[in-house]
Structure formats: C-alpha cells, structure tokens
C-alpha cells in the first residue's frame, strides 16, 4: 500500500493565497458586474514589464540557441559561472562573498522550503508571527511540527510575535533554537531591521550554534543606505547565517524565474555524534542532484540587470513601487487607519477597524471597494487585525484604490 505523508494533513486549510483566489473566484461569479471592477493588490505580483536590459539579453541568448555553434542543452546546476560573478561583485561587493557560493535556482520560495532538506529532523525552529506562511507551512511537511490549533499556530514551533505594541521588532528566542527564520525587509509587516538589531541575532546563533535563514527577497526597496540590505554585513554572520535573495521583485521576474542562495563555506552544521560538517557540500549535492538549472536565457536576462542600464532600470521599478507604496499609506492614514511599512517595502501593513477582524476586512474591502487585500490572520496568530495591502501595480490602479479607501472610510 502506498502510504502518504501524514504530516500534509496537519494543514487544515489551503495555501494562503490560493485560498484568496478562491474567494474572489466566488465573488465574481456571483457579483459579475462588480468583479468587473476588480484590482488586486493581494498577492505580491509584480505587473510592470520586464527591464529592456533583461529582454534585450533574454532575445539575444534565444537566437544563440538557434544556431549550432553557440547552442546550449544543459547548464550547470548551480547557475552559470557569467551569473554567479555578476552576483558577487556587485550584490555583495565588499562583503567577502565568492561566486561558488552562490546557487541560481528558480525562487526563493522554492529555496527556503528545499534548504530544510540537508538540515536533520527534531530541530527546535524559531518563526517570526507574522510571516510569510511558506516557512511555517514547509516545516508541517517535513514533520518539524506537531499539530496545528485554531488560530494556525503548530506545536514545536518557536513563535516570535511582531506586533505594534513591540514594534514589529522580534525579542530574542527564550530557549535555545536551531533554526531561525528572519526576513527583512519583512514581508508582511514592511518593517526593516537595522544593524544594530541584527547583531543580536548573529550573536545569539553564534552562541547557540544556531543557522539563520535569512529572506531577503525585498533589499531592493531599502531606502536608507544606513540600513543593511545583506545579513553579511554583520560581522560573524558567515559563519551563521545562509541568505536567500530573488530577481523577482526587483527585475520583475515573478513569471521568469530567477534567484539564489549564498552558502559560505564556512557554516557548518553537526551530525548527531558532534562531527561538524559545511553545509555549503551539503547543499551543493542537494541542488546538483534535485535541480537542473534555471534556463540559460533567464540566466543572461538576470546578468542584464547588473549592467548600467539595468541598474538603473531595476531603481525605475523601485521608484515605481515605492511611490505606490506612499500613495497607499497616505491614503488609509488620511482615512484614521493606523499604518506602518510602506516606506522600506513595497507593502502596506494596515490595523483594521474597531470590530472587524482580518478576514472580515477582506470581505469589506473585496465587497464593498471591490478591491482585494490580504488578511493578516493568513501570515500568522499575531497577523489578526491587520490586513496587507501590495504595492505592485500600476499608478492609475493605485490612484484608483486610494480614492475607494477613501469612499470606504472616509
């Protein structure tokens, strides 16, 4: 008999963003003439076009698959040598990183849910509440959970409230953890951790032989040059930390696939007799034997954007979304919404009216704007009463979800 995974079971509703589309499903095929009006700034899509840069290089690497002489059938798999550069020199320029630390694959969703493959079982995991549902809802999966209780929380599970009354910010683990899951610029919240505050995490996994998995996906949209947009910019983090960082959000690459990992070859982790093994091996057998590598097109598209005309392409996106981001948070402040993010991120994190929870915020916004938000209850317990509105869209959109909040609760 063929027997499942039973830890699947312990997720007692869908991925919190097909259950979204769900709903607005239901809702357009019973109100057809208000789904008509529709925008979403739900999910994190981007929607403006790719950088000229990118698919001016993208064409250029098509046609060279077209000829004999310069066709290419499988790459290697940890991403191309011409990439793997482009990332070092100029992402982490100054901070000691190597090219063949660096692993292209095609997502860091995909990234911090597969890195749990080379770490053992019974590790004790440290979550920030709210946060983006892929880092809890992979650890049911692999079996580092017990179950989950009615506001989503799973046993074994460290949770790290963030909320106004802390400042977003996440104290310290009370107990010994394993693993630490951080994310900055935070999605959800937009909050941004400064220096400072990341010191004391690399000190805390230093001293307790702990590994971060550290997001940062958004660290295009830090605004202020004083804030760190890499963990190894702290000092001691390589021998801590491992980073995961997209083309996504910055090069619009959502629909083209493309991102890395950084393992320093110095991190280690340890088998259960003491023996300390690099987990830079680990993970490079991991990736050579599951992946076959993001497409060389793509590849080149992504080595376009460290270009000088991609570089100031990717601040014309940023700049974009940023402005979104402003229109936004002014608008739900002008309307007496307590509003934090928006400022090093491209979302905005909303506390909901007096009596209306995260969910029943949706429905309002979805009903009565006929613009779809994500509810905070989805990224977590400590999510409840707040609801995320995504700056990834056009200015007209964006002008035309502002004048709705206004209508709403003006």
């Known amino acids: ?47 403006e076009p790719l ?49 063949d630390e660096i692993f292209v694959s095609d997502g860091s969703k995909c990234d911090t849910g597969n890195i749990l493959d080379i770490f053992g079982g019974g590790q004790k995991i ?19 959970t017990g179950e989950g209780d009615d506001s989503g929380q799973f046993a074994g599970l460290v949770y790290l409230p963030c909320t106004a ?20 610029p935070n999605n959800p919240t937009g909050t941004v951790a400064t220096a400072e505050q990341l010191e004391k995490w690399v000190d805390y996994a230093r001293g307790n032989d702990a590994v971060i998995l550290y997001d940062a996906a958004y660290e295009a949209y830090v605004q202020d040059a004083g804030l760190p947009r890499s963990i190894y910019e702290i000092r001691g983090a390589r021998e801590c930390a491992i980073e995961f960082r997209s083309f996504s959000k910055n090069g619009g690459f959502t629909g083209t696939r493309c991102a890395f990992i950084v393992i320093p070859k110095e991190l280690t982790g340890s088998t259960a007799g003491g023996e300390r093994v690099a987990l830079h091996g680990l993970w490079a057998r991991r990736h050579s034997t599951k992946f076959n590598g993001v497409s060389y097109p793509v590849q080149r598209a992504a080595e376009a954007l460290f270009s000088v005309e991609g570089k100031t392409q990717i601040r014309n996106l940023v700049e974009h979304y940023m402005g979104n981001a402003a229109l936004l948070k002014e608008a739900c402040e002008r309307c007496g919404l307590a509003v934090y993010g928006g400022e090093h991120s491209p979302y905005v994190w909303v506390r909901c009216p007096e009596g209306v929870d995260s969910w029943g915020m949706f429905d309002k916004m979805l009903q009565e704007a006929q613009v779809v938000v994500t509810p ?28 709705r909040i206004a209508e709403v609760f003006g």
């Open 126 to 144: 440290a979550i920030t509440d709210p946060v983006y549902p892929v880092y809890v809802d992979t650890n049911v999966m692999a079996g580092n």
């Open 165 to 184: 009354e802390n400042d977003f910010t996440p104290a310290l683990p009370e107990e010994k953890v394993d693993l630490i899951y951080l994310c900055y």
């Open 1 to 47: 008999m063929a027997r499942i995974n039973e830890n699947f079971l312990k997720l007692k509703a869908g991925y919190l963003f097909p259950e979204i589309a769900r709903r607005v499903n239901a809702f357009s095929d019973a109100e057809p003439e208000k789904a008509i009006r529709l925008i979403r700034c739900g999910i994190g899509d981007v929607t």
């Open 51 to 99: 950088p000229p840069a990118a698919r001016s290089a993208m064409k250029e690497a098509v046609d060279e698959l077209g000829e004999r002489e310069s066709f290419r059938g499988y790459g290697p798999e940890q991403g191309y040598e011409f990439l793997r550069q482009a990332v070092a020199e100029n992402a982490y320029a100054g901070l000691g990183v190597d090219a």
């Open 376 to 403: 905070g209850a989805g990224f977590g317990a400590a999510g409840e009463g707040y609801f995320r509105i995504s700056a990834f869209n056009s200015r007209e959109n964006v002008e035309e979800v502002c004048a």
